[in-house]
């Protein structure tokens, strides 16, 4: 009944519940990363609280209640687990679509007409072919993002993060790998898979290949750098859980190349799935939620080194 409902209030606004996921996102994440930016000191403290995690964490006076919302920043593994599984399973479902030159399971169309507020919301824009390999190169880095968090990464064991931050990361996954089917042909009412070739993959798209590659490659490259941080050099072993001083590949210009390599993949995608209005909505929300990270990240690197490359930017070499 309460799904009726839903369904039936989302149907008569026409409210495309995933393109609301990320315009929220953008909106908030846009509003509370300027207010932390330029007017932190006037803030109430549960703001500061509620929004800083990581190294850039809030060190005054503790709000109880705030802390009681707050979760191990480990828990970021949880979220690529369901990443990974969410994501093969998209994958499945195109290649299952292309081979058979069948459209997609009745439940699935109506699921994504329900997330699009409608079928009468969803058209086709994005041809077999090109759903394929943006569903392959999602894959890809959700799959490495995995590895990296359950067998890689050295989380702190003091490190929280607001629930808040741990359930935008399900959110976040969730949405864009919808957002890659929404209006890919097999997934639109009445519309049929095309047959996959190399040869439709368009000049473009072979660029956007590439800058994907390269931007998943350094992005590995620049937090095993993070991780080696922490590592004794000669044994390997975990010697501390402290944030030091980065250097090396992409950090000699900026104080995050990992989040910098987060945007040009999700852009990269953007130039194969072109047409889809929902990943612009998805690449303007990652691009605003690393532009504020990174910000933060790169004033508490200056706070906290005294002698911090002067040559560093916090995101775009040279620029920002």
């Known amino acids: ?28 994440i846009v509003i509370f990363g300027s207010l932390i930016t330029a007017v932190e000191s006037i803030l109430p403290d549960f703001i500061k609280q509620s929004f800083r995690y990581g190294k850039h964490k809030h060190n005054g006076p503790e709000i109880t209640m705030v802390s009681r919302m707050e979760v191990p920043k480990s828990w970021f593994k949880h979220f690529y687990i369901f990443a990974f599984s969410w994501a093969m399973l998209a994958l499945y479902l195109v290649l299952k679509g292309i081979i058979m030159h ?5 439940y699935v169309i109506e699921f994504l007409d329900f997330m699009a507020g409608g079928s009468e919301n969803r058209q086709v ?8 390999v943006a569903s392959v190169l999602m894959a890809l880095q959700c799959a490495r993002r995995f ?13 929280k993060m607001n629930l808040s931050h741990y359930m935008v990361g399900y959110l976040h996954y969730f949405g864009a790998i919808l957002a890659l ?11 049929l898979p095309s047959s996959f070739s190399f040869t439709k993959i368009t000049l473009l798209q072979y660029v956007c290949i590439f800058v994907f590659h390269f931007s998943w490659s350094q ?91 002067k040559q560093r930017k916090a995101l775009i070499p040279f620029l920002l």
């Open 219 to 309: 992005q590995y490259k620049s937090n095993m750098i993070l991780v080696n941080l922490r590592k004794n050099p000669n044994t390997g072993k975990v010697e501390t859980e402290k944030h030091l001083l980065p250097s090396g590949g992409f950090f000699q210009v900026v104080s995050s190349p990992h989040m910098l390599f987060e945007i040009l993949m999700y852009v990269s995608l953007l130039g194969i799935v072109g047409k889809s209005f929902t990943w612009k909505l998805v690449v303007i929300w990652v691009f605003s939620n690393q532009v504020m990270n990174a910000l933060l990240t790169h004033k508490w690197y200056k706070e906290n080194f005294k002698n911090y490359p």
């Open 1 to 28: 009944m309460l799904l009726e409902l839903v369904e039936n209030y989302l149907n008569y606004y026409k409210l495309n519940l995933v393109n609301t996921i990320f315009i929220g996102f953008t909106v908030i």
């Open 181 to 191: 089917l929404l209006n890919t042909e097999g997934f639109v009412k009445d519309s």
């Open 125 to 132: 824009l994005i041809n077999s072919n090109s759903a394929l």
């Open 147 to 159: 590895y990296e968090t359950n067998f890689v990464q050295i989380f702190s064991k003091k490190s």
């Open 102 to 106: 069948s459209t997609a399971p009745e």
